[in-house]
C-alpha cells in the first residue's frame, strides 16, 4: 500500500452496487459534496453489472473506474480503501483479500456471524498492520461521543440499567429479498440473520459502546437470558426479549421486534445512581442529571453515513479526530459475543398462529404481526421487565441464560421448538 499522507485523500472502491452497496456509492459521493476534504470515490465492482447497467453508466460518467472482478479492484494502485458492502458470510475473507493486497478496509455491519471469524479479522488485521472500521453509522455521529464523555466524566454516576427497545416492521417482501434473509447459515458459514444481528444491531453496538469503560472500548456482556421468538417462516427469530449482563455491572435489555405493524424507533435509556440519559433515534439524546436538563442533537441516517465516510478517510490518513469515535473490530465483537451467545443459550419458539395475524402494505406485500406485541415492547420498557417476567402474553416462555465471561467460540444455535 503506498504511503497515505494526511494531506492526500483517499481513494475508495466499492464492492457491490445493489442494495446497501448503492447506498454507500451515493454516501461517499455526498461526502465529495460536504466535506472539507473528502475521500475519493475511484472504482467499484459487482458480481452482476447487468443488473445495474444505468448506475454503471453513471458512475463512468464521473470518471469512477468499473472492474470486472474483486481482484481487478485490488489490483488498482489509486486504490487505498476498500469498503464491504456484502453479505455477512464475505467479511472475513474479501477483507482477508484486501488486508493481503495492501488496502484499508471498512467493513459494513454486524462485523461477522461468528465471534471466532471476528477474532480470525483481529488477527488479520494486526498481521497486515492495515486500518479496520466497521460500518455501524451511530458510533460515527458527533453526538454519540459527546455522550460517552459525560458518561465517563461520571455525571449520570454509576451506571446500573440500560434499556433498548424498537419496532421496525418488516413485510414478506424483506424476507424475501435475499437468499440469507432470516437465515441460521449461507455458504456453511453463520450468519444468524435476525432483528438482534441484522436491521437492529446498530443499537444495542451503541449502548455497549457507550456503556464502555473508555474511550475505546465497549462495555462486554459476561452473561444472558433471552426469550426468542418467530411469527415468520424463518429460520431465526424476529422477535425478542434479551437481558445482558456487562462487565461493568450493568445490565442492558434489549426488547426489539419486526413482527408487528406499529412501529417504535429505538430508543436507549442510561440509568444511572445520579441521572439518565435518553437517545432517541434521528432526534436528541436527552440528559437528565443533578443540575437540569439538557439535549445533545442526534444525526439523521444519511448525515451519520456521511460523517462515517469522513471519520474513515481521516481515519486511513492517520488523522486523530477527537469529535468521533470509530467503531473497531474489538468494538464490534462485544456485540457479536451478545449476538452469538443468545443464539446458544435459547430456542427459537415459534407464536402459535391464533395469535398472528396478516397485515397487507401499500406494497402489496404483508406482514405477520404478533397480536399485542406492540404494548407488551412498551409496557416491558417502563417496567424493565422481560416478556415473560410481564405476564401479559400466553405465547410467552421463561428465558434461558448463557455464562458468557471468557466466550470464544460460537459452537451452534440452541435449537427450535415446534409449534
Known amino acids: 500500500?503506498?504511503?497515505?499522507?494526511?494531506?492526500?485523500?483517499?481513494?475508495?472502491?466499492?464492492?457491490g452496487l445493489g442494495g446497501y452497496g448503492g447506498r454507500i456509492i451515493d454516501t461517499i459521493l455526498e461526502a465529495a459534496r460536504r466535506d472539507d476534504h473528502p475521500p475519493r470515490l475511484v472504482a467499484v465492482t459487482s458480481s452482476n453489472p447487468a443488473r445495474h447497467s444505468e448506475a454503471l453508466r453513471r458512475l463512468e460518467d464521473l470518471g469512477v473506474g468499473i472492474c470486472s472482478s474483486f481482484?481487478?479492484?485490488l489490483a488498482r494502485s489509486d486504490v487505498e480503501a476498500v469498503w464491504l458492502p456484502i453479505?455477512?458470510?464475505?467479511?472475513?475473507?474479501?477483507?482477508?483479500?484486501?488486508?493481503?493486497?495492501?488496502?484499508?478496509?471498512?467493513?459494513?455491519?454486524?462485523?461477522?456471524?461468528?465471534?471466532?471469524?471476528?477474532?480470525?479479522?483481529?488477527?488479520?488485521?494486526?498481521?497486515?498492520g492495515l486500518p479496520v472500521a466497521i460500518g455501524y453509522q451511530s458510533i460515527y455521529d458527533p453526538a454519540t461521543l459527546a455522550l460517552k464523555r459525560r458518561v465517563l466524566g461520571g455525571e449520570l454516576g454509576r451506571i446500573s440499567s440500560i434499556v433498548l427497545h424498537g419496532i421496525w416492521p418488516r413485510d414478506s417482501g424483506y424476507?424475501?429479498?435475499?437468499?440469507?434473509?432470516?437465515?441460521?447459515?449461507?455458504?456453511?458459514?453463520?450468519?444468524?440473520?435476525?432483528?438482534?444481528?441484522n436491521a437492529l444491531n446498530h443499537f444495542p453496538n451503541l449502548a455497549l459502546f457507550i456503556a464502555g469503560p473508555t474511550r475505546e472500548t465497549s462495555a462486554v456482556p459476561v452473561f444472558v437470558e433471552a426469550e426468542l421468538y418467530r411469527a415468520n417462516d424463518i429460520e431465526t427469530y424476529d422477535t425478542a426479549s434479551i437481558r445482558l449482563t456487562l462487565d461493568t455491572?450493568?445490565?442492558?435489555?434489549?426488547?426489539?421486534?419486526?413482527?408487528?405493524?406499529?412501529?417504535?424507533?429505538?430508543?436507549?435509556?442510561?440509568?444511572?445512581?445520579?441521572?439518565?440519559?435518553?437517545?432517541?433515534?434521528?432526534?436528541?439524546?436527552?440528559?437528565?442529571?443533578?443540575?437540569?436538563?439538557?439535549t445533545i442533537d442526534v444525526l439523521d441516517v444519511e448525515a451519520q453515513r456521511v460523517t462515517?465516510?469522513?471519520a474513515f478517510d481521516r481515519l486511513v490518513r492517520g488523522?486523530?479526530?477527537?469529535?468521533?469515535?470509530?467503531?473497531?473490530?474489538?468494538?464490534?465483537?462485544?456485540?457479536?459475543?451478545?449476538?452469538?451467545?443468545?443464539?446458544?443459550?435459547?430456542?427459537?419458539?415459534?407464536?402459535?398462529?391464533?395469535?398472528?395475524?396478516?397485515?397487507?402494505?401499500?406494497?402489496?406485500?404483508?406482514?405477520?404481526?404478533?397480536?399485542?406485541?406492540?404494548?407488551?415492547?412498551?409496557?416491558?420498557?417502563?417496567?424493565?421487565?422481560?416478556?415473560?417476567?410481564?405476564?401479559?402474553?400466553?405465547?410467552?416462555?421463561?428465558?434461558?441464560?448463557?455464562?458468557?465471561?471468557?466466550?470464544r467460540h460460537f459452537a451452534e444455535p440452541y435449537g427450535t421448538t415446534a409449534d
Open 1 to 15: 500500500m503506498a504511503a497515505i499522507t494526511s494531506n492526500t485523500p483517499v481513494g475508495i472502491g466499492v464492492v
Open 71 to 73: 481482484d481487478d479492484l
Open 87 to 128: 453479505p455477512i458470510d464475505l467479511h472475513r475473507p474479501f477483507m482477508d483479500r484486501a488486508l493481503a493486497a495492501g488496502k484499508a478496509v471498512m467493513c459494513e455491519k454486524p462485523v461477522a456471524g461468528s465471534i471466532d471469524d471476528c477474532d480470525l479479522m483481529i488477527e488479520s488485521r494486526d498481521r497486515h
Open 175 to 197: 424476507y424475501g429479498r435475499a437468499d440469507w434473509a432470516g437465515r441460521l447459515q449461507r455458504n456453511g458459514s453463520w450468519i444468524l440473520d435476525s432483528p438482534f444481528q
Open 249 to 294: 455491572g450493568a445490565t442492558l435489555l434489549v426488547l426489539i421486534t419486526h413482527a408487528s405493524d406499529q412501529p417504535r424507533n429505538p430508543t436507549i435509556r442510561f440509568v444511572g445512581d445520579r441521572g439518565t440519559a435518553t437517545w432517541n433515534f434521528d432526534e436528541t439524546i436527552t440528559v437528565d442529571h443533578s443540575e437540569g436538563t439538557d
Open 308 to 310: 462515517m465516510v469522513a
Open 319 to 407: 488523522v486523530h479526530d477527537p469529535t468521533r469515535a470509530v467503531a473497531t473490530l474489538e468494538t464490534s465483537r462485544a456485540t457479536l459475543v451478545a449476538v452469538d451467545g443468545v443464539t446458544e443459550a435459547a430456542p427459537t419458539h415459534p407464536v402459535p398462529s391464533r395469535h398472528v395475524r396478516e397485515v397487507g402494505t401499500a406494497r402489496g406485500a404483508t406482514i405477520r404481526t404478533i397480536d399485542g406485541i406492540a404494548e407488551l415492547v412498551d409496557h416491558c420498557a417502563a417496567t424493565g421487565e422481560m416478556f415473560h417476567e410481564a405476564g401479559l402474553a400466553e405465547w410467552t416462555t421463561a428465558a434461558r441464560g448463557k455464562d458468557l465471561a471468557g466466550y
